[in-house]
């Protein structure tokens, strides 16, 4: 579970031991530790303690860090701790002891503690987006797992997405970096140790909530644009027992925020078969067609809210059956256009609205009939299956995307026209 978020040459080791407290077995908790760096913030590692409580991070860049650990039992305890900070050089290897007797920085005998959220955040030069995880909400049996899947997903988080690359800020336990940093500020501490906080900027606010049962957590999240406030993704799911709560859970969430902050389209495919039906004849056709949504990112990084596609539609496949003695030839596909709507909902969801005529007029097939005469004369358009009234046009999916069955048509006693088929919209990584 080892994860450095932007290892650089020749950067630093920790490598820590977790000591002063039991840690929980594999099936009733896990021990969490994240490398924070004091000044700016971020979380440049993470990493999951063994039995023994030992960890390592590598990569870390010169700095001044604190580790987090945080250890999550699957009864919603959870007990966290802070390390002294420690001084990371261009390169080597530093030992860093965190205890879980020391759960809070020591106060400092001074006046009110200035958070490094009062300070002024900077915008980070890297491009990367900025996530914050924020302590979910808890409820039930077990409430204070709302804090520790917020813990675990953080680690999850750090593992990263082979597909784009993110940097994480602390947002939890600010108020225990906000001590230490206060401490050594105070004038009992060498004074080279001064840190001056200029957090970074976050981009992206993962908040939610969560209930629990014995041996269950059920979660709503959302995943919210700094800037705005508005929601441009999240997830929602259960898990049962330990192995669920303490890995499918956080690593559900992971993934599916991952994809949805890697990711800046969508492919939407509508596979449908329409079979009408008349006094003369019988008609079908097939519809099998594919688009990508596309939105645009905020300045800062931000996925988008808002995904919109057009392309061409029309039939295949097309067959006339006669029910006299006319003879049906030639089907012709008449083609349209359809165009795509997708909207990021404030709960989280997907509104999928998609029109079959957007160019003016449904697709439809036509042939071309024949009955009999002195001279057969053939008269072409006779009318076949058309993409008239399909339903529903609009619904929602999860942000991920997923299938909606479309059936509808227009129906006049025996006659008319029928769908059948689906939509299949499918979340697509940059």
């Not at 006094?279 to 056709?285: D, K, L, Q, W």
């Not at 160019?359 to 009318?383: D, E, K, Y």
């Not at 529903?392 to 227009?410: C, R, S």
Request: proline share 8%; glycine share 14%; hydrophobic share 35%.
């Amino acid at each position: 579970m080892l994860a450095v978020l932007a290892p650089s040459a020749g950067a630093a080791t920790l490598a820590g031991t977790v000591v002063g407290g039991p840690l929980p077995g594999p099936r009733t908790g896990v021990a969490l530790v994240r490398v924070v760096d004091l000044r700016t913030l971020e979380i440049v590692a993470t990493d999951a303690a063994s039995a023994r409580g030992a960890w390592s991070a590598r990569g870390i860049p010169a700095g001044t860090y604190s580790a987090l650990t945080s250890v999550v039992r699957t009864n919603g305890r959870v007990t966290q701790a802070i390390s002294a900070p420690v001084r990371a050089r261009a390169k080597g290897r530093v030992g860093v002891r965190t205890s879980l007797k020391r759960t809070r920085a020591p106060r400092p005998a001074v006046g009110r503690i200035r958070r490094p959220a009062e300070t002024r955040a900077v915008a980070h030069a890297s491009p990367l987006p900025t996530v914050i995880v924020r302590q979910f909400a808890g409820s039930g049996a077990a409430g204070g797992l709302g804090r520790g899947l917020s813990e675990m997903l953080i680690t999850d988080l750090g593992d990263g997405d082979e597909r784009c690359r993110i940097q994480q800020k602390e947002g939890i336990r600010d108020d225990l970096i906000a001590r230490e940093i206060a401490l050594q500020n105070s004038g009992f501490i060498a004074p080279g140790s001064r840190i001056t906080p200029r957090p970074i900027r976050e981009t992206l606010i993962v908040r939610g909530s969560v209930s629990t049962t014995a041996d269950s957590i059920t979660w709503s999240i959302q995943l919210v644009d700094a800037a705005t406030g508005s929601v441009v993704g999240g997830d929602q799911g259960t898990a049962r027992g330990a192995t669920g709560i303490l890995r499918e859970a956080p690593g559900q969430i992971a993934d599916r925020l991952l994809t949805q902050i890697c990711s800046g389209r969508y492919d939407v495919a509508l596979s449908l078969r329409t079979d009408s039906t008349f006094v003369s004849h019988i008609a079908s056709g097939t519809v099998s067609a594919v688009l990508t949504a596309t939105g645009t990112r905020s300045a800062g990084g931000a996925p988008p809210t808002r995904f919109t596609g057009t392309g061409p539609l029309g039939y295949e496949n097309l067959s006339f059956i006669p029910s006299n003695e006319c003879a049906l030839s030639s089907p012709v596909g008449q083609p349209g256009s359809w165009s795509v709507v997708l909207e990021v909902t404030a709960a989280g969801r997907l509104r999928v609205v998609w029109n079959p005529e957007a160019s003016g007029g449904p697709p439809r097939g036509t042939a071309t009939i024949t009955c009999p005469g002195t001279p057969p004369v053939p008269v072409p358009g006779t009318v076949g299956p058309i993409l008239i009234a399909p339903s529903p046009t609009t619904f929602e999916l999860p942000v991920d995307g997923g299938q909606q069955t479309i059936e509808g048509g227009l129906q006049g006693g025996p006659q008319g026209w029928a769908h059948s088929g689906t939509v299949t919209v499918t979340r697509i990584p940059e």
